[in-house]
């Protein structure tokens, strides 16, 4: 199963759990599992029917293009909200 790293600000969709291993041969396989076990989290993660503008997803440390993009069941997939702050 690969192994998903949940963004801080979803945690509170997940009781804190920063990271969990979950079922699935692409990226939105991942998410239909996140959903499956965490409801409400594929609003948080997609926006008619595909990744949130604001959103971006690493599978193994490569930028993924779109929700198509294999994993594999050692994969470590990271889902990247938006950076702010500075001057």
Excluded: C
Aim: charged share 25%; proline share 6%; hydrophobic share 40%.
């Amino acid at each position: 199963m690969a192994l998903v790293f949940i963004p801080t600000m979803l945690q509170n969709l997940t009781a804190g759990t920063a990271q969990v291993r979950v079922e699935g041969k692409t990226v939105r396989d991942l998410v239909n599992s996140l959903e499956e076990r965490f409801p409400g989290i594929r609003e948080h993660l997609l926006q008619e029917g595909d990744l949130r503008p604001d959103l971006a997803v690493a599978v193994d440390g490569e930028m993924a293009l779109d929700l198509t993009e294999r994993v594999s069941e050692d994969s470590e997939v990271h889902f990247i909200p938006p950076i702010s702050g500075g001057n």
